[in-house]
């Protein structure tokens, strides 16, 4: 699941700094929220809209995003490190914006520990919209994830303690 995130992660960082960035007011429908970023789905909209308009620039990012998921899956604390790395430079590089968003992050955190069912809810509905929205992709996790729980059961020493509940 991990990989999968920082894979979507990578690809999701090259695509806006490779794509134009279009103002709500310039692509009919778009909807910003609240902190300035455009929604998700819209982002995947604009995304496929600008690879129809630039078909040979998608064609190499989509590569290099490939390339990039291929290295991260043979070195995986290399990446890790290096997205590491990037977010600290970024919040060197925004210390305001860093500020709300580490606050943001606390101040969900605080949120699920006060409240874990709604929490647990939210991210079930949120993986079933994805798997709705990926049902190749979905198959593939569910399967990566089956077998990551037979290689922990074969051995427990290699995979992090269960979660308690509450």
Same mark, same amino acid.
């Given at each position: 699941?991990?990989?999968l995130?920082i %894979? @979507?992660a990578?690809?999701?960082?090259?695509?806006?700094? @490779?794509?134009?960035s279009f103002a709500?007011?310039g692509m009919? /429908?778009?909807?910003?929220?609240p902190? /300035?970023r455009?929604a998700p /789905?819209d $982002?995947k909209a604009?995304?496929e809209q600008?690879?129809? &308009?630039?078909?040979? =620039?998608?064609?190499?990012?989509k590569?290099k995003?490939?390339? $990039?998921?291929?290295?991260?899956? @043979? &070195?995986?604390e290399k990446c890790?490190a290096?997205q590491?790395a990037?977010?600290?430079?970024w919040c060197?590089d925004?210390p305001?914006?860093c500020r709300?968003?580490? @606050?943001k %992050?606390e101040?969900?955190?605080?949120?699920c520990?006060?409240?874990?069912e709604?929490?647990r809810?939210? %991210?079930k509905a949120r993986?079933e919209?994805?798997? =709705?929205?990926n049902?190749e992709?979905?198959?593939?996790m569910?399967?990566? %994830?089956?077998q990551?729980?037979e290689?922990?059961?074969a051995?427990?020493?290699k995979?992090r303690?269960?979660r308690?509940? /509450?």
């Amino acid at each position: 699941m991990k990989r999968l995130l920082i %894979a @979507a992660a990578a690809l999701l960082a090259l695509a806006t700094q @490779a794509m134009p960035s279009f103002a709500a007011e310039g692509m009919p /429908g778009a909807t910003v929220r609240p902190d /300035g970023r455009a929604a998700p /789905g819209d $982002r995947k909209a604009r995304f496929e809209q600008w690879c129809q &308009d630039n078909p040979e =620039k998608c064609r190499e990012l989509k590569a290099k995003a490939e390339e $990039r998921r291929e290295q991260c899956k @043979a &070195d995986p604390e290399k990446c890790r490190a290096e997205q590491q790395a990037r977010r600290e430079q970024w919040c060197k590089d925004n210390p305001e914006k860093c500020r709300e968003l580490k @606050a943001k %992050a606390e101040q969900r955190r605080e949120e699920c520990k006060a409240n874990p069912e709604k929490c647990r809810a939210e %991210a079930k509905a949120r993986r079933e919209q994805w798997c =709705k929205d990926n049902p190749e992709k979905c198959r593939d996790m569910k399967a990566k %994830a089956e077998q990551r729980r037979e290689e922990c059961k074969a051995d427990p020493a290699k995979c992090r303690p269960a979660r308690q509940p /509450g």
